[in-house]
């Protein structure tokens, strides 16, 4: 099981996850799916870990729900036992995840990289829902995200069509913030993620991660109430501290982990 999503942590405190089922394009499997939320736990109260990347072994992120499962599901022969921890798992942990996608990245695939915060992509990745062209419906909060990152209109035509797109017009229509060359991608994601393991603060990150998820679901006014309160608590950090003197005396900070 340990070998179906494989970890390292640079001495940067960058944790890599990868997807590791290249021969089927890293197609979902509940093993797969409870070892990468194990991980994800793991790195949750691991103090040397500041930020996540997750990607894919060989030519895929993720081609979506392998088609075993989706087989002996449509024959009523599933007997698995599902992590209970919902698909949306990432959008809890404290810390910044940001999924590298560098190959294939459908239904299920698509799922888990939009529920991590930030998204860089292959140019040249393919990019699908293909739940309306498999008889299937937008799987997972699928309905609920994709408007909100990419508006209503642009969320429709890919979930109506199933059609492939690039990485390039993923980034186009907002649902990467980068799209680059994929013999660079995992480069350009690990060093992002450097720079917010050198120079955010943990307590800072794990905050704002929360409010950014949480507020969706909050009017303009609870918001800002509850920033007020955010912002107070965080005057008594040892963040705050730190954050000001590394400016003023312009050396990098030291921040304590989480």
Same mark, same amino acid.
């Given at each position: 099981m340990a070998d179906l999503v494989l970890s390292t942590l640079d001495d940067q405190g960058v944790l890599t996850l990868t997807f590791n089922r290249p021969e089927s394009l890293n197609a979902w499997t509940d093993a797969m799916?409870?070892?990468?939320?194990?991980?994800? @736990?793991?790195?949750?109260?691991? /103090?040397? %870990?500041? !930020? =996540? =990347? =997750?990607?894919? #072994?060989?030519r895929g992120f993720? #081609?979506? !729900?392998?088609? $075993?499962?989706?087989?002996? *599901?449509?024959?009523?022969?599933?007997?698995? +036992? /599902?992590?209970?921890r919902p698909n949306t798992f990432p959008t809890t942990i404290r810390k910044p995840v940001i999924a590298a996608v560098n190959g294939a990245c459908a239904g299920l695939g698509m799922v888990h990289a939009l529920v991590c915060d930030l998204v860089f992509t292959a140019a040249e990745a393919k990019w699908t829902t293909a739940f309306a062209r498999r008889g299937l *419906?937008?799987?997972?909060?699928?309905?609920?995200?994709? /408007?909100? *990152?990419?508006?209503?209109?642009?969320?429709?035509? %890919?979930?109506?069509?199933?059609? %492939?797109?690039?990485?390039?017009? @993923?980034?186009?229509?907002?649902? !990467?913030?980068r799209a680059v060359p994929a013999e660079s991608l995992l480069r350009e994601a690990q060093e992002y993620a450097g720079e917010l393991a050198g120079y955010s603060s943990p307590a800072s990150m794990a905050v704002i991660k929360r409010? =950014?998820?949480?507020?969706?679901?909050?009017?303009?006014?609870?918001? +800002? $109430?509850a920033a007020t309160q955010e912002m107070l608590a965080s005057f008594g950090r040892p963040d705050f501290t730190e954050g000001v003197a590394s400016f003023l005396e312009r050396r990098p900070p030291a921040f304590p982990p989480l």
């Open positions: 799916g409870r070892r990468y939320f194990d991980l994800l @736990a793991e790195a949750e109260g691991n /103090p040397d %870990v500041r !930020a =996540v =990347v =997750v990607t894919g #072994a060989g993720c #081609a979506g !729900a392998d088609f $075993k499962t989706l087989t002996a *599901i449509q024959s009523g022969s599933y007997d698995g +036992a /599902p992590d209970p *419906i937008a799987e997972y909060g699928l309905s609920w995200v994709l /408007p909100r *990152i990419m508006g209503q209109q642009r969320a429709m035509d %890919v979930l109506l069509s199933g059609r %492939v797109f690039t990485g390039r017009e @993923a980034y186009e229509m907002g649902l !990467a913030n409010q =950014v998820w949480h507020d969706w679901d909050t009017t303009l006014e609870q918001s +800002a $109430k």
